[in-house]
């Protein structure tokens, strides 16, 4: 490809079946290049059909080259191998079947390059050189099947990948200056307004801008149950539209839409090598030269030294050559790679590549961020104690202070005073003041009203606090409250316990976790210690970290990593990027329609499911349970074959078989993470 003119730089993504060109050429060029002999070259964005040939049509040279072998069987039994009509039909058959496979191992030799095909290509031609045409011809078929089948099975890998493209339909129904009509997405722009009807799928990601349905996002975050959407809530494409019809404002274009970037995430990802697949790769540099002159050795040692015959040994050089073909262990790692990260990715789990794939198999601890991953992030009112009988004015005031902050906490106050339909929008707020960390103060009907943590009220050096009121705010906060007190200089208003809630999945996730042998789960918060002890208990992790500014979870994350090498955060990818980036593997929560979790994340958990987590961690352990099951077979199976070379055993028939079955049972072992499941 880089000696096609007008191509600067060319990168080739085979579990993905992508190349990515720099410069300028032609599909017509491309198509012509020897890299793609006999393949289709489409632009990334234009649909396509798959291959729907006959098998027997893609297999033609194949079947042609059995039918000759068949012959040639026929014909060494009916009139002898040494027949010259016998030999034409092994010829026939080897020529036929092994056409390609011959023109790419004479360009690898004359290269140096000593891969599978090279070494395929020397065995076949020295059993015809020393007259094993019978067993040249088989070696030939049995190359072809096996190559068929390891085809067969990455193709079957990289569906995971086609199967998210499908999601998306590719024609939406648009309305354009009041008139319905039928557009390719390609020509959808931002701001059209999609009608999507019940049953079918969001073509764009968007806004709902009118009506009410519910939205089964399963193939973007993975939840299994269907959600609510209305007015104002954001819709992804690829997902279902269940019940009503809705009228969407589309927010971004095709090729940016979260379902894209998934896509193109989670290629990358199956692009990016393992540890073991770089291992492997180091290995098979040296093992490849190493076979070919274990095969040299074999060949020529016994007859010279021990006056052997030249014929048998030669064969069984040859047969050394085969069964040293590193077939398997070169599959035996990205196979189970592609196959875990799609695997993954139709869960709503986004692994952004083999290396974090592995790691998160060897975590032995993790920490997680409180706010927003083992709480909802939206606190709530959960207690008010009223100091007299004036509640409504209480509330009022408290209302009146609290809407003029952008604190969560002074959220949920005001929310509350809504919920109890207490008017409060007509009182005037003078000189207002945000006294940060602390709380708010201001002026009402000549009377400065201060709301805020227990700590402002003891800096302001109040007249009315005292023991007392220091032992009922520490009861409330070691029940899990966060405790605001609304009250002056001279007396206590009212008090307001405002509690984060706790998702309903989290107990039940660190609990998996540790049935996992998860060594710790610890928790930080910048809550104060009652608080968190509180929420730590109800969830049951091992230990909390509180009082943490953002830089203290950094700091904290780094030791965290060191103590056990492997380590884990997760958070929610927008204010813990700089954690997340700490640890061994950063761990973004609701990774759906965020970009910052896309980014910064290692791993994204696309909903807001915790349950995903122990998941991930199974499916990671299981990958590599699987790899290294691969790696040793592969090694062991060549060994075995290989001892047979001893006492003269090993045959072509052998070393084929052996080199072909190792193949398709790692192929088969890697494609078992499909069927992983939570």
Not at 312 to 328: E, F, I, K, M, T
């Given at each position: ?37 006999n393949l289709e070259v489409v632009p990334e964005n234009q649909s396509f059909e798959p291959n729907s040939e006959p ?161 089964n996002q399963a193939a973007i975050t993975g939840e299994s149950m269907p959600v609510e959407k209305k007015v104002s ?446």
């Amino acid at each position: 490809m880089l000696r096609l003119d007008g191509v600067v730089d060319a990168n080739v993504n085979f579990a993905a079946s992508k190349v990515s060109i720099e410069g300028e050429t032609t599909i017509e060029e491309l198509e012509k290049a020897g890299s793609f002999e006999n393949l289709e070259v489409v632009p990334e964005n234009q649909s396509f059909e798959p291959n729907s040939e006959p098998f027997w049509k893609r297999h033609f040279s194949v079947l042609l080259s059995l039918a000759f072998l068949i012959a040639a069987f026929t014909s060494h039994i009916v009139v002898g191998e040494d027949f010259p009509l016998t030999t034409f039909f092994y010829l026939a058959s080897i020529v036929v079947g092994g056409t390609s496979l011959f023109i790419t191992g004479f360009k690898n030799l004359i290269r140096l390059k000593f891969d599978m095909r090279t070494l395929m290509t020397i065995a076949i031609i020295g059993a015809v050189i020393i007259g094993e045409w019978g067993e040249g011809a088989v070696v030939v078929i049995l190359f072809a099947i096996s190559e068929a089948l390891e085809s067969y099975s990455m193709n079957k890998a990289r569906n995971s990948i086609r199967s998210l493209m499908d999601l998306s339909p590719k024609e939406a129904l648009v309305r354009r200056n009041g008139v319905e009509q039928t557009v390719h997405v390609d020509d959808i722009e931002i701001d059209d307004t999609l009608i999507v009807k019940p049953g079918e799928k969001i073509a764009m990601d968007g806004e709902v801008i009118k009506g009410h349905s519910t939205i089964n996002q399963a193939a973007i975050t993975g939840e299994s149950m269907p959600v609510e959407k209305k007015v104002s809530d954001e819709v992804f494409a690829g997902t279902l539209n269940e019940e009503g019809v809705l009228e969407i404002r589309v927010t971004k274009r095709v090729e940016d839409t979260t379902l894209s970037k998934i896509i193109h995430l989670v290629e990358e990802a199956q692009d990016e090598r393992a540890p073991s697949q770089a291992f492997v790769d180091r290995f098979a540099a040296y093992y490849t030269p190493m076979i070919i002159l274990v095969a040299i050795f074999v060949a020529i040692v016994p007859p010279l030294f021990f006056q052997a015959s030249w014929e048998a040994w030669v064969y069984q050089g040859l047969a050394v050559l085969v069964v040293g073909c590193p077939c398997a262990l070169v599959i035996s790692t990205p196979v189970s790679v592609v196959t875990a990260i799609g695997t993954a990715a139709r869960n709503g789990v986004l692994i952004k590549g083999g290396a974090f794939l592995e790691e998160a198999g060897a975590l032995k601890a993790i920490a997680f961020d409180k706010t927003g991953t083992l709480t909802r992030g939206e606190p709530a009112v959960t207690d008010v104690l009223i100091s007299n009988g004036e509640r409504d004015k209480i509330f009022a005031i408290a209302a009146a202070l609290e809407r003029n902050s952008q604190h969560p906490l002074a959220s949920a106050i005001v929310k509350k005073v809504e919920q109890e339909k207490v008017p409060f929008h007509d009182i005037d707020v003078l000189d207002f003041q945000s006294l940060t960390g602390k709380g708010v103060k201001g002026l009402i009907d000549e009377v400065v009203y201060y709301m805020g943590s227990p700590g402002l009220f003891k800096d302001i050096s109040t007249t009315w606090w005292d023991d007392k009121q220091e032992k009922q705010v520490k009861s409330l906060q070691q029940e899990g409250n966060t405790v605001l007190l609304l009250g002056t200089e001279e007396k206590l208003l009212g008090i307001f316990s405002v509690a984060d809630q706790v998702r309903e999945t989290s107990a039940r996730m660190i609990k998996d976790l540790h049935n996992l042998g998860m060594k710790e789960t610890i928790m930080l918060t910048g809550d104060n210690r009652e608080t968190a002890e509180a929420i730590g208990r109800k969830i049951g992790v091992s230990s909390i970290q509180a009082n943490l500014m953002p830089e203290d979870k950094v700091t904290f994350m780094k030791k965290f990593t060191t103590r056990y090498k492997k380590a884990a955060m997760v958070g929610d990818g927008v204010n813990d990027a700089p954690a997340l980036a700490s640890s061994t593997v950063g761990i973004a929560m609701g990774g759906a329609g965020t970009d910052t979790a896309l980014e910064t994340a290692d791993i994204a958990l696309m909903g807001d499911d915790l349950d995903k987590l122990p998941f991930t961690i199974q499916l990671s352990r299981r990958s590599l349970n699987i790899i290294k099951q691969n790696i040793g077979f592969s090694l062991a199976i060549k060994a075995l074959a290989l001892l047979l070379v001893i006492p003269g055993w090993l045959t072509l028939w052998i070393a084929i078989f052996a080199d072909m079955g190792a193949t398709l049972l790692v192929t088969l072992n890697g494609l078992r993470l499909l069927k992983t499941k939570k």
